[in-house]
């Protein structure tokens, strides 16, 4: 039995990852399991500079999910290389780091310092947080502004370029095709959908933010579904991901057409979620007997 | 080592109205410092994400642990609903816990408002100090008390008047003249900020605990954060995750 997938030449011992912003650096879980079981651990969004984030309330939970509003605080990259990237290379597993920025200028920033990092096998460029005003999400939700980052950072990055996609737009196979047409290794899709609850006793929003990005396993049926309308529009693999809770949700991704997927809310619910996915892909493929965990993506009957 | 881990219901009563009283078998309660706290899993999967409740109390040698609660909502409500022999499904033990060493041989204020009273508990058990424990309600719908009067001089304030002081624990402070080296409080945000303030202008220590919503517990989502008045050393902003960095935080600390 064969559970290894190739990304962009870059070969994970499973498909499964952590989904940037639910798994920190890893050290948290790090208690809870043994990160070398992991595929790919991808980093929580980092930039070039400390971002303090949003104010509090931050989460809020919703009917089979949640809102999130960190708005991407993070200990900037000097932090990040010289005390999260030693922590990760202790581990037996791919490091995939998540990039965000305001500018074109700040995304190439980290790009450019993350090039000197060989630990690093991937970047993974974040076009779709909602959450904050300047950048991310705006480059995210036009084609044209989609193509432009993904050239620009192709041009300055060593490693290969996962470009993270956001549901809220219009045609997620005319952004699918944009990134691909501008270079993109890879595409990782969705991140959250954009969210509100108001809280009707005190008549006031639950997040200081007032939209949130929202996950967990109510989103799911979208995911599968942006997975499989991207994976349909471009020759690139896409890391699925969007309320994946066990192996048999992460299955429904990879039969959908992605090549690897990732757990994000689901880390809060359950620590050990996971392991428990890497754990019951394994008996499915036993139970059908796959001999690769490939022969899955796309599988789909049509 | 923090885990998840199914544990067993011992006992479950309403102590008071919506308060209940939760005994849990788990060997969690081994190592729990008090102002930790535990997460609390609902069985509705359309409720995901762990309930923070502070530990109010330890008994090592039957191996439990015992909490005290408001129902505030949906999962809350699942609880209140759980009898002798029930799983429960833990997360634990979460935070930094009140220091205890800071207080020792010490004239120290105790102060817990509303559901921020049962983490004093295991507290005042454990604090060798001087201990006047101020217990702040709204109304004479009282709680915890007996228990608490157990380990130090008890006073209570409900903002009816109802029961002890008319007002809140800074009230029966200065009804009582009481005097303190070292404050230990976990409360409503109001009673915490003047707290700080009492603190600062006595140039005495606070340490409070502060409560947020929160969503992974463990500090990995950094949603539960509370501005910090310098840059903190794990964010390298000025915030602070409660879930980890905290709950409970000397006063100066943090900006609230």
């Given at each position: 039995m064969n559970t290894q997938v190739t990304i962009a030449g870059v070969t994970l011992k499973n498909p499964v990852m952590t989904a940037s912003g639910t798994f920190g650096s890893g050290m948290e879980y790090a208690e809870f399991m043994d990160l070398s079981r992991l595929g790919a651990v991808v980093t929580k969004g980092v930039a070039n500079v400390p971002w303090p984030g949003n104010p509090t309330p931050r989460v809020a939970e919703v009917y089979g999910g949640m809102l999130n509003a960190i708005g991407l605080q993070n200990p900037g990259i000097d932090v990040f290389l010289e005390r999260d990237i030693p922590f990760l290379k202790q581990h037996d597993t791919t490091i995939i780091v998540n990039v965000c920025g305001k500018t074109t200028e700040d995304y190439v920033e980290v790009v450019e310092h993350l090039?000197?990092?060989?630990?690093?096998?991937m970047l993974e460029i974040n076009v779709s947080c909602p959450n904050v005003k300047e950048g991310a999400i705006a480059f995210g939700q036009k084609a044209d502004a989609l193509f432009g980052i993904t050239k620009e950072v192709k041009r300055h990055a060593k490693q290969p370029v996962i470009m993270k996609l956001s549901p809220?737009?219009?045609d997620i196979a005319e952004m699918a095709r944009a990134a691909e047409a501008a270079g993109a290794d890879a595409l990782s899709l969705i991140n959250t959908i954009t969210g509100m609850k108001i809280d009707i006793h005190k008549r006031a929003f639950a997040l200081a933010n007032k939209t949130g990005g929202m996950s967990g396993p109510a989103i799911k049926p979208v995911a599968v579904r942006m997975v499989y309308q991207a994976a349909k529009a471009v020759k690139i693999p896409i890391i699925g991901m969007g309320g994946i809770a066990n192996a048999e949700d992460a299955i429904e991704f990879l039969l959908a057409g992605a090549t690897a997927v990732s757990v994000g809310a689901m880390n809060f619910v359950n620590p050990y979620t996971c392991v428990e996915v890497v754990e019951g892909i394994e008996r499915y493929m036993e139970q059908y007997h796959v001999e690769s965990v490939t022969d899955l993506i796309g599988a789909v009957r049509e | 080592m923090k885990q998840k881990h199914t544990a067993k219901v011992l006992s479950q009563q309403e102590i008071a109205l919506a308060i209940y009283d939760m005994w849990i078998e788990t060997p969690l309660a081994a190592d729990a410092r008090p102002g930790q706290f535990v997460g609390i899993y609902p069985k509705d999967k359309s409720t995901l994400l762990p309930r923070p409740i502070s530990i109010c109390e330890t008994d090592a040698a039957r191996g439990a642990l015992r909490i005290v609660y408001r129902i505030a909502g949906a999962g809350t409500r699942e609880f209140s609903g759980y009898r002798e022999g029930d799983a429960i499904s833990l997360l634990g033990n979460l935070g930094n816990g009140f220091p205890l060493e800071q207080g020792c041989g010490k004239r120290a204020f105790l102060m817990g408002g509303g559901i921020g009273v049962p983490p004093i508990l295991e507290l005042a058990k454990r604090l060798e100090a001087r201990k006047d424990i101020i217990a702040g309600y709204?109304?004479?719908?009282?709680?915890l008390g007996e228990d608490l009067a157990k380990y130090g001089t008890l006073h209570i304030a409900t903002e009816d008047g109802s029961a002890g002081t008319k007002g809140n624990v800074m009230d029966a402070v200065r009804e009582n003249g009481l005097e303190a080296d070292i404050i230990y409080a976990c409360g409503p945000m109001p009673m915490l900020r003047a707290i700080k303030a009492y603190a600062g202008e006595r140039d005495i220590p606070a340490y409070l605990s502060l409560e947020e919503h929160m969503a992974c517990g463990v500090g990995a989502c950094l949603g539960c954060v509370v501005k910090t008045k310098e840059i903190d050393h794990h964010s390298h902003v000025h915030n602070a995750r409660i879930c980890t960095d905290g709950p409970v935080f000397e006063a100066k600390e943090v900006e609230i």
């Open positions: 090039a000197e990092e060989p630990a690093v096998a809220n737009v219009t | 709204r109304d004479a719908n009282l709680f």
